[in-house]
Structures are given as structure tokens and as C-alpha cells.
């Protein structure tokens, strides 16, 4: 093997590891996303068929602190972990439609509310929520998800 077919051998390989370490990253952030769902009147018969609660971030495209909760307490791995294996996550916005959006369209945002699967409010808080905060409070609704504890 020539020189020059050593050098093309070489940029090869380095452009299959890139390739290789690119899809890996991909996957990765992938999974630690929170599988948000559409929101649907439908999202309670999905709770229900799943045994799980339903989680709603109530957002806005003005909302600042909405988009910072979208880089802070969303993106972190604790947090999305908890959300996408106790809860239906849906994303409530302003921009959009239904029958979810109609009944919280003139509440705070940023906004978190968490439901049983009966559709009925277990918690609500306004504000911006740091990761720490979110995983305490999602982590009690789950221990004890008796609306009247959380009022």
C-alpha cells in the first residue's frame, strides 16, 4: 500500500468515528428528552391504559422564564427521567388549540400542573420551578397523589 492510500485510509477511519461518535450523541439526546404529547381530551384514556399521572407544562413562545425552564429543568436527566416514566408529559401553549388549552389558556405561565387520570388537578404552581424543586414535587405527587394533599 502506497502513501497516499495510507492517507486515504486514515481520513476514512477518522470520518467513520466521527460518523459513529455524531449518531451516538444523536441517540443519547434522544433519551434524555421528555416525551411530550399532544394535547388531547384522549390523554386521560392513555393515563388511565398506562397506570400513569398526567403532567402539564403550561407555556408560552413570550414567556421567558417558560424558555428557560426549556433549558434548565427540562434538560436535566433526573428530571426528564421522572417525568417520561411516571407521567404523560403534554405540553400546553398558548399558540395552539383544544379542549386542555381552552381550560388553561388564562392561567400563569410558566405553568406546571400534574392530573390523575380521572383528569382531576392533584397540583399546581406558577412560576419558574429549578430541576431540584420540579423532582421533589413530581416525586410527592407520585407518593401520594391525593389532590387534597397537595393543596
Not at 403534554?90 to 388549540?97: I, L, M, Q, T
Request: proline share 3%.
Amino acid at each position: 500500500m502506497n502513501v497516499e492510500m495510507k492517507q486515504y485510509a486514515i481520513l476514512f477511519l477518522i470520518a467513520c468515528v466521527t460518523l459513529l461518535s455524531v449518531a451516538t450523541l444523536s441517540v443519547a439526546s434522544n433519551a434524555s428528552q421528555i416525551a411530550w404529547q399532544p394535547s388531547t381530551a384522549a390523554i386521560y384514556a392513555q393515563a388511565k391504559q398506562q397506570n400513569k399521572l398526567v403532567f402539564l407544562d403550561l407555556t408560552a413562545e413570550w414567556c421567558l422564564f417558560c424558555k428557560k425552564m426549556d433549558e434548565t429543568t427540562y434538560r436535566d436527566a433526573e428530571v426528564v427521567a421522572y417525568i417520561n416514566e411516571h407521567f404523560l408529559p403534554v405540553r400546553v401553549s398558548d399558540e395552539g388549540e383544544g379542549e386542555l388549552i381552552e381550560q388553561y389558556r388564562r392561567h400563569a405561565r410558566p405553568g406546571t400542573v400534574m392530573l390523575n387520570a380521572d383528569g382531576i388537578e392533584i397540583l399546581h404552581k406558577r412560576g419558574y420551578l429549578n430541576a431540584q424543586l420540579m423532582l421533589w414535587m413530581m416525586m410527592a405527587v407520585v407518593q401520594d397523589p391525593s389532590p387534597e394533599v397537595h393543596k
